[in-house]
């Protein structure tokens, strides 16, 4: 019945509600952002998000990186809110590597948002060259000045079952932690909101898997935005 | 069962054995609450490292013994039987996997959120798949121990007569070993790069495992004494080891704070080629267990002790039953992971495999039994339990 209503909601075009989306303060990355701290200081903040397909999906205005803008905006009103995001379906992380590099020089940000490592689980990749392609693609990315975090892999109950995520989730965790960077927990957040009544698109009956797939973008956005305000806290 | 148990060899070597093949199926079971606290989890090693280096000791006993009695020709005809054996089970688990995908993709029916999820090389090409499946270059999730066993197997083999010369045993091993990782040589598999377990690599440890376990009468098998530097040795790797992969899963910005190579160490630990780090933690804990465990340790034939003793002496079945169960858990806990799930997959699985090392315990003492005397080979129940 809740979910018929959420579906009639947003059939209705209702706004943005209240998504049963929180992410436990023990799901946040502790590693802070000094120069996207500084950048929302001087008025002006540049976040570009590179991935595979999720980086691109939902319909106008249910991006979610759309919404992440909306979110830092409604934040900081006074702030200049950019976000921009180059995605491409099955894209491997050094795919979207280069989605990010061919992005820097116009769009010079000061926060990359690296959405990676379903694309390696899924297809069997070999961790040690995933593992490469991150430090050297977090080395680049740090050369242009603009600072990186990690987005981890979306969780889903098929993946689980059927490829060895956890040795990419452990890659990814493993390279966050040695190279300093932040790791944003989709996997964690995900699999948190599925336990607690929040979206769940695997379960989603048809009929309301387009407003399931909505309510995940609009809560992803919003741990997004709450990592951000806990990662570039004064 | 404690009448199954064979207690004339070294009961410790087959409890850590039966607990790595515990622990084996729990880590493949993702989403398995269990995973939190196997030794992956503090320690660089994991149950791979442990299972394949006691897997090379149970050999070096079991074929070394039967090649002092019956030759050469005969112990390697009886490792390639064994070869045989886990090659069709690794492709029989191959067509389970691929059962086992083609219904979970069916019954999710899949979300566009999922379009990455392109999970079925199978399907793509189907023929293709079938064939480098069987030359064992096409290995899907989960399936990558069986072939490094069987691998490791075939080589020892042919190389059986060099564990009479155990330090050059080592030596060509670490050879290899060395040339392998420094030229980054790896077997081919389809999907693109190497194998997930580099045969090439792992080697080392299956052998050093072999040469301590080979004791042919009048020879002192290869010993490493006790000695409180040694001790020292060990612990200074495995305690930072350990405080590091802790850090990992705990406290991640401790690790990236720490002044420095560390970081860069850890990133650069491959699990492929088996990394130095990884080599050297297994035989330390190895070092430590010889020495720390005496051999008739009183709570090695107690009741908690038993059931993995048991496991660990029937390791080729209780392992292949380890990954298929996995399959079954995987696919239950997709299903539902709530508490209720966790404990029954975990109950019934770990009940499963000492089930079947039971069976394959009580089938083999019968088979012994029936024989008429003179006309078993005395090294035949050895050999049966590598």
């Known amino acids: 019945m809740a979910r018929l209503l959420l579906a009639l909601m947003l059939l209705l075009g209702a706004p943005a509600w209240s998504a049963p989306c929180e992410v436990p303060a023990e799901l946040m990355d502790g590693t802070t952002l000094p120069r996207s701290r500084a950048a929302i200081a001087a008025g002006e903040l540049r976040i570009l998000l590179g991935g595979s397909a999720t980086a691109e999906s939902g319909g106008p205005g249910t991006a979610y990186h759309a919404r992440l803008a909306a979110l830092l905006q409604q934040e900081h009103p006074g702030l200049r809110v950019v976000v921009e995001a180059r995605g491409q379906r099955g894209a491997s992380a050094a795919e979207s590597l280069v989605l990010i590099m061919a992005a820097l020089p116009g769009f010079r940000p000061h926060l990359v948002l690296w959405q990676t490592g379903t694309v390696e689980a899924v297809r069997s990749l070999e961790v040690d060259e995933f593992n490469e392609t991150l430090s050297r693609g977090i080395a680049r990315i740090r050369g242009s000045a603009a600072e990186v975090a990690l987005i981890d892999q979306q969780f889903s109950r ?55 797939l909505a309510q995940l973008n609009e809560c992803l956005a919003r741990a997004i935005a709450l990592q951000l305000r806990h990662s570039t806290r004064p | 069962m404690q009448q199954l148990i064979r207690t004339a060899r070294d009961l410790r070597a087959d409890v850590f054995r039966g607990v790595a093949l515990w622990f084996i199926f729990i880590n493949h079971v993702p989403g398995n609450w269990l995973g939190m606290f196997t030794i992956r989890n503090f320690t660089m090693a994991d149950a791979t490292e442990v299972f394949v280096f006691l897997a090379g000791y149970a050999g070096g006993i079991a074929y070394g013994l039967l090649m002092l009695r019956e030759g050469w020709f005969f112990a390697a005809t009886r ?16 067509v389970v996997f ?22 079925d090389a199978f399907g793509n090409a189907p023929y293709e ?13 989960f399936l990558n ?50 194998w997930f377990f580099n045969p090439l690599a792992w080697q080392l440890l299956f052998v ?20 409180p530097w040694l001790l020292a040795a060990c612990l200074t790797l495995l305690i930072p080891c350990g405080a590091a992969m802790l850090a990992v899963w705990h406290a991640p910005e401790w690790l990236a704070a720490l002044p420095g190579p560390w970081p860069a160490l850890i990133d650069g630990v491959d699990k492929t080629s088996l990394h130095p780090l ?32 048991l496991m660990g002496q029937r390791g080729l079945p209780v392992f292949c039953a ?8 995987r696919l239950a806990l997709e299903g539902d992971d709530g508490p209720g799930m966790q404990l029954a997959v975990n109950a019934l699985g770990l009940a499963c495999l000492l089930a079947v090392a039971w069976v394959s315990a009580w089938y083999g003492q019968k088979l012994r039994k029936a024989k008429p005397p003179g006309t078993a080979l005395p090294a035949h129940a050895a050999a049966d339990r590598a």
Not at chain 2, 80 to 94: N, P
Not at chain 2, 212 to 225: E, K, T, V, W
Not at chain 2, 290 to 308: E, I, Y
Request: with cysteine; hydrophobic share 55%.
């Open chain 2, 322 to 329: 380890s990954i298929f169960l996995s399959f079954l858990g």
């Open chain 2, 278 to 309: 990884r080599l050297l933690s297994l035989l330390a804990m190895a070092y430590l267990a010889a020495h720390l465990v005496p051999r008739s340790a009183d709570w090695l034939n107690g009741a908690a002790a038993r059931p993995f003793v």
């Open chain 1, 158 to 212: 098929f993946l689980r079952a059927n490829a060895d995520i956890e040795r990419y989730r452990d890659a990814m965790r493993l390279i966050a932690a040695a190279e300093g960077v932040a790791l944003l927990r989709r996997y964690d957040w995900m699999y948190h909101w599925v336990e607690t009544g929040g979206p769940d698109v695997e379960r989603a009956p048809r009929p309301e898997r387009a407003a399931t």
């Open chain 2, 129 to 141: 798949a079938l064939v480098q499946a069987l030359l064992l270059a096409f290995q899907p999730a």
């Open chain 2, 98 to 119: 691929t059962a086992q995908v083609g219904f979970s993709a069916a019954t999710l029916d899949r979300a566009a959120y999922l379009d990455e999820l392109q999970m």
């Open chain 2, 208 to 227: 050093c495992g072999a040469v301590i376990g080979f004791a042919p009468p009048g020879r002192q098998p290869l010993r490493m004494p006790w000695s």
């Open chain 2, 145 to 194: 121990i069986l072939p490094l066993y069987i691998v490791l197997l075939a080589m020892f083999a042919l190389a059986l007569p060099l564990l009479y010369r155990p330090w050059l045993f080592l030596g060509a091993s670490l050879a290899l070993y060395a040339l392998v990782r420094g030229l980054d040589i790896n077997l081919p598999s389809w999907t693109g790069g190497g």
């Open chain 2, 79 to 94: 490792v390639m039987g064994r070869v045989g054996t886990l090659y069709v089970a690794h492709i029989f688990l191959f």
